[in-house]
C-alpha cells in the first residue's frame, strides 16, 4: 500500500514538473528570406548549443519551442551567410539572410548546366545581378568593365546606344569576330552586345574564359563566352519589386578652345606668318570679348529615367517571373536619344515527378536617335563642327535664319557646317523589335537521370531612317530608309546524368546534339530632292531622283555533337572532359567539320590531411586546363563563287548582267585557337580572404586573312588560312571581408595583363590597316607585323623642327627622303594591364559603393587634333594651348608648330597620346528604410540612393575623354582611334527600389 502512495505522489511530482518546463517554454515563430524577399525553403534554425532546431517550409517559414531568453537561434543555410539572432523577449523573428558570394557551394552556370564554385576545374567569372545593376546603362556590357579579370570593355563612343566592344583575354582574329558568344538563358545568340535584356532583368552573369569552359561551346568558342541568367521565380508568397531612377548627364569635360578675341589675334599671326594682310582689324579685336561658345549649343544637360517592374513567385508545383522595364536616355548632343520597352517572361512547372517544362521569352523595342557625326574633317561633321566653328561668329543670322559658315570669312574652310544644320535639319532613326524565346521539356525518368528537349527562337526586326532637310546647307533633300530582319531557330537536345557512388565518387555527364541556323534578309531605298519635308522617308516615290534598290539574303546553319564528363573523387581530386564536332556551311568540302577536345584537372589541395589542420587556410585549389576552340570567321558563302549583278549598255540599250567578283573563292577551315590555362584558387581565414591567379597562354592558327593576287589572275585577292597570333597573360583577382559587424566593409580588386603578338602573316608581309582622310593626311594608320602586337599604329616619327618652325620627320633608312619607307611603328593601343577596384562598406541601414576602373599602358591615335591642332589655313577654332605654346623664334621647343597655312604633315608620333585613365566609375549612398520600426507590414523592402556615374577622371589624355574607340566593332583590329567620337557623359542619379 505504501508503495503504490509513493508510486502516486511521484507520478504528481513529474506531471508538475513537466507542466512548470511546459510554462517556462514558448513558440517561436517567423519566416527566412533571402535579400531579394523570397522565401528559403529547408534553412536550418537551431538553438546555439543545443541539439533542438526546425527546418523552414517551403515558404521560408518555422516554429521553434526555446524555454529561455538568452537562448540564441542560429539560421544556417548553404551558400548563404549565417546569422544569429538573440530571442529576449521575442516572439516573431523574421530574418533575411545574405547569400555568401564567397562560398564553396554557390553554384554557378558552365556551359550546358551548373556546378558548384568548389568543383570548377576552369577558368570563370562570375558577376551578380547586384553589381550588374549598380548603375543604369544602356548596355548590360557595361557592368563587366574592370569587375571580371581578363575582360576589357570599351564603349566606342558616348551616344546612347552606342555599341559595345568586348574583348577576353586579348584579340584572336583580323578578319572574324573578336567579340565573345552571347548565351541568354541557354540560346546562343546571333548577333554581338545582347541590347535586348534590361540590367534589373539579369540574375548574373558569368564569363568562361579557358578552353576547358569554353570547348563546349566549339567552333564559336575561341573569344571566350558570356553566359547570361535572367531571374528566375521561387516558391512562396508573391513578390512584386519595382526599381526606379533618374538621372542627369551633362558633357563631363568642355575643351578648353579659344575665345573670339584670341581666334582672332591667333589668325593674324597666321596671316602674318604668310605674308598676308591682317584678317581683323584692332577695333574688331577689341570689341569680340569671349565672342560665342559653340559648345554650349551642341551640348546640353539630358535626362535618363528607368523602371523596371518584377512580380514574380509560386509554389513547389509552378514558379514564375514576370518583368516589364522601361529605359529612356535622352542624349547630351541634341536630336540623340535611345529608348527600350522590354517585357520579360520565365515560367517554370513540375506536371509531374518526372515531366517538367520550362519557358522563357524576352520581347524588345528599340527606339534610337542618331546624332554621332562622327569622323570627318574641317568641320563639316557635327562633332567636328562643336569644335572648329569660329567663337566671333554666332548660329543665326540677324533675320533669323542659319548663318552660313563656310563662307562667313575669306579664310575660312568651305566645308565647316554650322551644328544647326545636323541638329534641326537631318535625322537618323532606328527602330528595332527584338524576340528571344526558349521552350524545354524535361524529363527525369529514374534519379539523376534527365533528358532535355528544348527549342528556341531569335528574332530581329530593324528598320532605318535618315532624312536631310532642304534647310540643310546646299541640300534638295535627301532620304534613305533600310530594313533588315535576322531569325535563329534553335534546336538542343541533351541528356545529363549524375551519381555518387561509395560516398567519394561524384560523376557527372552531358551529351547531346543542337542545330542552329542564321538567317538574314536586307532591303534597302533612297532618293534625292523633295518638294516637302513633311514625309520625310515615308514617301521615297516623291523624290526627283529615286536611288536604286538593294535587297540581300544569307543562310548558313551548324550542326554539332557535345559531350562532356565532370569527375570528382572525394571532393580532392577534380577532372573535366569535353568535345565538340560543329559541322557549318560556311566552309568548304572536306573542311566543313571542327573538332573541339578539352581537359581540366583540378586539386583541393587543402582536403588533404597536412593542411587539414591549418586553421588560416580555408581553401587552395590549384586546376590546368588545355583545349582548342574555334572561330566562324568567314561569311555564309565566302567559300562560293559568287556572282555580282550590275548594268551595261550594247548598243542603245540597257542589260543586267552577272559577273564574278573580284575576291577568288578559297578552300577555307576553321581558325582554331589552342589555349592552355593554370590556376590558383585559394581562401583564409574561413574564406574571409580570397585570392584567385591564372596564367594562360592561347595560340590561333590557320588565320584567316585576305591575301593580294596578281592582276594576270582575273582576280585581286583571295581569303587564306595563312596566319597565327598568340595572346599570354597573367589574371589576378582577390576579395576581402575587411571589416565585418556591426559596420561592414568588403574590398575586392582585379588587375590583368596580355600580351598580344603577331606570329605567321601570309609570306612574312606586313598587313597594313584602313586608311583614314583628314584632308592634310590619307594613309594607313596601324599595321599587322609578324612579331608585334596587333594593330600597333604605323606611321613617321616626329623629331621637331626646323629653322622655319615646320614639323620634320626622322629618315629611318638614311636615303635623304622622307617617304614611306621612313613608317615605323609609332604606338601600342593594347594596354599593359587593365584592372578594377570595388568597395562596399554597410553601417545599420546605409550602404556605400565605390567602383575604380581603368587601364594603364595603351597609347590613343588622336586624329582629331589633326584638324584643330595643326591645320592652321582654314579658319577652325583650336585648343587654347596652340595659341599659348606654337613655334616661334623665342620658342623653339613648343608642342605646336608654327602658325602657317603651308605646313604639311604626316600621321606621326606626336598624334600619339597615353591613353591610360583611371575612373571612379560609379558611386552610390544607399538607405534602407527600417520597415519594421515604421511598422510598415505591408512593405518587404525599400531602399533610396543617390550615386554618380563617371564624375572623376584621371589622365593625361587631351581630347574629351580616353575610353574612346571610333573604329571599333565585332571584327575591327583598328582599337585606340579617336577620329570625332560622341563625348562620354558623367551623370547624377537617384533611384528608389522597392519590395512588396
Not at 538573440?86 to 547569400?99: E, H, Y
Request: with cysteine.
Amino acid at each position: 500500500m505504501k508503495c503504490k502512495n509513493y508510486s502516486s505522489m511521484l507520478l504528481v511530482l513529474l506531471l508538475a514538473l513537466c507542466q512548470q518546463l511546459q510554462a517556462q517554454e514558448r513558440k517561436v515563430t517567423g519566416s527566412v528570406r533571402d535579400t531579394e524577399g523570397g522565401g528559403l525553403p529547408g534553412v536550418n534554425v537551431t538553438i546555439k548549443g543545443s541539439l533542438k532546431g526546425a527546418v523552414t517550409n517551403v515558404n521560408g517559414g518555422y516554429e521553434l519551442s526555446v524555454a529561455d531568453q538568452a537562448a540564441v537561434l542560429v539560421f544556417s543555410f548553404v551558400g548563404f551567410n549565417t546569422q544569429e539572432v538573440v530571442v529576449g523577449t521575442q516572439s516573431v523573428i523574421d530574418v533575411v539572410l545574405s547569400s555568401d558570394a564567397k562560398s564553396l557551394d554557390e553554384v554557378v552556370v558552365v556551359g550546358y548546366g551548373t556546378v558548384k564554385k568548389s568543383d570548377l576545374t576552369g577558368s570563370l567569372s562570375s558577376v551578380k545581378g547586384k553589381e550588374i545593376n549598380a548603375f543604369p546603362a544602356t548596355n548590360v556590357l557595361q557592368a563587366l568593365s574592370g569587375r571580371a579579370p581578363g575582360v576589357q570593355v570599351t564603349q566606342n563612343t558616348g551616344a546612347p546606344g552606342a555599341s559595345i566592344s568586348v574583348r577576353i583575354r586579348g584579340t584572336n582574329s583580323v578578319q572574324g569576330s573578336n567579340e565573345p558568344l552571347y548565351v541568354v538563358d541557354g540560346f546562343p545568340t546571333s548577333g554581338s552586345n545582347p541590347t535586348i535584356i534590361n540590367n534589373s532583368d539579369i540574375e548574373s552573369i558569368e564569363i568562361l574564359k579557358d578552353a576547358s569552359a569554353t570547348a563546349i561551346y566549339g567552333s564559336r568558342g575561341a573569344n571566350g563566352v558570356v553566359l547570361i541568367t535572367t531571374k528566375q521565380g521561387k516558391a512562396g508568397k508573391i513578390m512584386v519589386d519595382y526599381e526606379g531612377s533618374y538621372s542627369m548627364q551633362s558633357l563631363r569635360k568642355k575643351m578648353d578652345l579659344m575665345n573670339a578675341t584670341e581666334y582672332a589675334n591667333f589668325y593674324n599671326e597666321q596671316a602674318a606668318n604668310d605674308k598676308k594682310a591682317p584678317y581683323f582689324t584692332q577695333d574688331q579685336i577689341n570689341s569680340f570679348g569671349n565672342g560665342f561658345d559653340w559648345q554650349d549649343l551642341v551640348f546640353k544637360k539630358a535626362p535618363m529615367h528607368t523602371h523596371n517592374l518584377t512580380v514574380s513567385g509560386g509554389n513547389d508545383k509552378t514558379k514564375f517571373s514576370l518583368g516589364g522595364s522601361i529605359f529612356d536616355q535622352q542624349g547630351i548632343i541634341h536630336g540623340s536619344d535611345y529608348r527600350r520597352y522590354s517585357l520579360r517572361a520565365n515560367v517554370m512547372t513540375d506536371v509531374s515527378k518526372k515531366f517538367s517544362v520550362n519557358y522563357s521569352a524576352t520581347l524588345t523595342n528599340i527606339k534610337t536617335a542618331r546624332q554621332n557625326s562622327s569622323g570627318s574633317n574641317r568641320g563639316n561633321s557635327l562633332i567636328a563642327a562643336a569644335i572648329s566653328a569660329p567663337p566671333t561668329l554666332t548660329p543665326y543670322n540677324a533675320d533669323g535664319s542659319y548663318r552660313v559658315l563656310a563662307t562667313a570669312y575669306p579664310f575660312i574652310s568651305n566645308v565647316l557646317i554650322n551644328p544647326l544644320n545636323f541638329i534641326n535639319e537631318s535625322s537618323d532613326k532606328v527602330d528595332a523589335n527584338r524576340v528571344l524565346a526558349n521552350l524545354a521539356l524535361i524529363y527525369r525518368p529514374f534519379e539523376g537521370l534527365t533528358i532535355k528537349i528544348a527549342g528556341g527562337i531569335e528574332n530581329s526586326d530593324d528598320r532605318n531612317d535618315g532624312y536631310t532637310t532642304t534647310n540643310f546647307i546646299n541640300s534638295q533633300g535627301s532620304a534613305f530608309v533600310s530594313a533588315s530582319q535576322g531569325r535563329s531557330m534553335l534546336s538542343e537536345n541533351t541528356i545529363s546524368y549524375t551519381k555518387t557512388l561509395a560516398a567519394k565518387h561524384n560523376i557527372s555527364a552531358v551529351a547531346g546534339m543542337t542545330y542552329q541556323d542564321f538567317k538574314n534578309t536586307s532591303l534597302g531605298g533612297s532618293g534625292v530632292g523633295f518638294l516637302s519635308n513633311i514625309p520625310e522617308s515615308y514617301n521615297l516615290g516623291s523624290a526627283i531622283t529615286p536611288g536604286i534598290p538593294s535587297s540581300g539574303y544569307s543562310l548558313s546553319t551548324l550542326l554539332s555533337y557535345l559531350g562532356r564528363v565532370n569527375y570528382s573523387y572525394d571532393s580532392k581530386y577534380l577532372a573535366t572532359v569535353s568535345f565538340r564536332a560543329d559541322g557549318s556551311s560556311k566552309y568548304s568540302e572536306g573542311n566543313k567539320w571542327g573538332y573541339f577536345p578539352s581537359g581540366a584537372l583540378a586539386w583541393r589541395v587543402s582536403e588533404e590531411d597536412f593542411l587539414k589542420d591549418v586553421s588560416y587556410i580555408s581553401d587552395v585549389k590549384v586546376r590546368a586546363s588545355w583545349g582548342l576552340t574555334g572561330s566562324q570567321a568567314i561569311g555564309a558563302y565566302a567559300t562560293l563563287n559568287n556572282l555580282s549583278s550590275g548594268k551595261t549598255v550594247f548598243d542603245d540599250a540597257l542589260y543586267n548582267t552577272f559577273a564574278p567578283g573580284t575576291r577568288l573563292p578559297g578552300n577555307l577551315k576553321w581558325e582554331t585557337t589552342e589555349q592552355a590555362d593554370f590556376g590558383i584558387d585559394a581562401g583564409f581565414s574561413n574564406n574571409r580572404y580570397r585570392l584567385s591567379l591564372d596564367y594562360y597562354i592561347k595560340n590561333t592558327r590557320d588565320l584567316l586573312n585576305t591575301v593580294e593576287l596578281p592582276s594576270s589572275f582575273g582576280f585581286t585577292s583571295t581569303v587564306q588560312n595563312v596566319g597565327q597570333i598568340q595572346n599570354k597573360g597573367f589574371e589576378i583577382s582577390a576579395d576581402a571581408r575587411i571589416i565585418e559587424k556591426p559596420f561592414k566593409w568588403d574590398l575586392g580588386a582585379n588587375i590583368s595583363f596580355n600580351r598580344n603578338k603577331v606570329v605567321k602573316l601570309y609570306g612574312g608581309k606586313d598587313i597594313l590597316g584602313g586608311s583614314l582622310a583628314v584632308t592634310l593626311i590619307n594613309d594607313a594608320t596601324s599595321l599587322l607585323r609578324e612579331g608585334e602586337p596587333m594593330s600597333v599604329f604605323y606611321g613617321y616619327k616626329a623629331k621637331g623642327y626646323n629653322e622655319a618652325g615646320r614639323e620634320v620627320y626622322e629618315d629611318l633608312n638614311g636615303d635623304g627622303a622622307i617617304n614611306q619607307l621612313d613608317k615605323t611603328i609609332i604606338g601600342n593601343p593594347n594596354p599593359d594591364f587593365i584592372f578594377g577596384v570595388n568597395s562596399a562598406m554597410s553601417y545599420k541601414g546605409f550602404e556605400l559603393t565605390l567602383f575604380l576602373q581603368g587601364t594603364q599602358g595603351n597609347d590613343l591615335l588622336n586624329i582629331s587634333s589633326v584638324s584643330n591642332t595643326l591645320d592652321y589655313g582654314y579658319g577652325l577654332n583650336m585648343p587654347r594651348a596652340v595659341m599659348n605654346d606654337h613655334w616661334t623664334t623665342s620658342n623653339p621647343n613648343a608642342k605646336y608648330p608654327v602658325i602657317s597655312a603651308t605646313n604639311s604633315y604626316n600621321y606621326s608620333s606626336r598624334l600619339i597620346e597615353d591613353g591610360s585613365f583611371v575612373r571612379l566609375r560609379n558611386i552610390q549612398l544607399a538607405y534602407n528604410l527600417p520597415l519594421q520600426a515604421m511598422k510598415v507590414n505591408w512593405m518587404r523592402s525599400a531602399q533610396v540612393y543617390v550615386s554618380g556615374q563617371n564624375l572623376l577622371t584621371f589622365t593625361k589624355y587631351s581630347w574629351w575623354d580616353p575610353e574612346v574607340n571610333s573604329q571599333g566593332g565585332a571584327n575591327s583590329i583598328g582599337q585606340g582611334i579617336d577620329h570625332f567620337s560622341y563625348p562620354t557623359s558623367k551623370s547624377v542619379t537617384a533611384g528608389l527600389r522597392l519590395g512588396f
